[in-house]
Nanobody
Framework: VQLQASGGGLVQAGDALRLSCTIS????????MGWFRQAPGKGREFVAA????????YYGDSAKGRFTIARDVAKNTGYLQMYRLNPEDTAVYHC????????????????WGQGTQVTVSS
């Protein structure tokens, strides 16, 4: 199983950006997908997660009200739509997947993408 994250880039404060995470190697049925980010000099931070079966969503404090996580089961792809970006959102964003009990725990995810850089200028 491989996860391919894409969609990052350089944007200005206030802009929106959509990240994608495409799964290859197997069709997901019951796994979950999460997004984590890591800024320079900081630890990994939980951003959002979605139950692949059912679509229940969960957000970290920094994402609530600004980010939306979604998935397209037919395309085996997850998305992170980000609005009103600010410089504090600058980080490498990683998607992860697996059979997860505690969605905010990075160590519970089995599969990880390579990350996509998001840079927000002020």
């Amino acid at each position: 199983v491989q996860l391919q994250a894409s969609g990052g880039g350089l944007v200005q404060a206030g802009d929106a950006l959509r990240l994608s995470c495409t799964i290859s190697g197997r069709t997901f049925n019951n796994e979950d997908m999460g997004w984590f980010r890591q800024a320079p000099g900081k630890g990994r931070e939980f951003v959002a997660a979605i139950r692949w079966s059912g679509g229940d969503t969960y957000y970290g404090d920094s994402a609530k009200g600004r980010f939306t996580i979604a998935r397209d089961v037919a395309k085996n792809t997850g998305y992170l739509q980000m609005y009103r970006l600010n410089p504090e959102d600058t980080a490498v964003y990683h998607c992860a997947a697996g059979l997860v009990e505690r969605l905010t725990r990075a160590d519970e995810y089995t599969y990880w993408g390579q990350g996509t850089q998001v840079t927000v200028s002020s």
